[in-house]
């Protein structure tokens, strides 16, 4: 059975994070109507914000972000 720490689901986290501030900044560049596009702006600015907090505690807790 793995055992993992902290540090590796920071680590997740902050991938998933980083997909989906790709994921959804790609579907606002598709988007043809306005207000769909700017909520896809708005979930890609969240996302961006989440990987940020993520990679201080990766950071914090003495990984490599």
Known sequence: ?????????L???EKDAASAATGYMTLATRAHHNELRDNYLRLANEATNAHSKVSKLITKAGGIA
Do not use: A, Q
Request: charged share 25%; glycine share 0%.
């Open 1 to 9: 059975m793995n055992m993992f720490t902290d540090l590796d689901m």
């Open 11 to 13: 680590y997740d986290y």
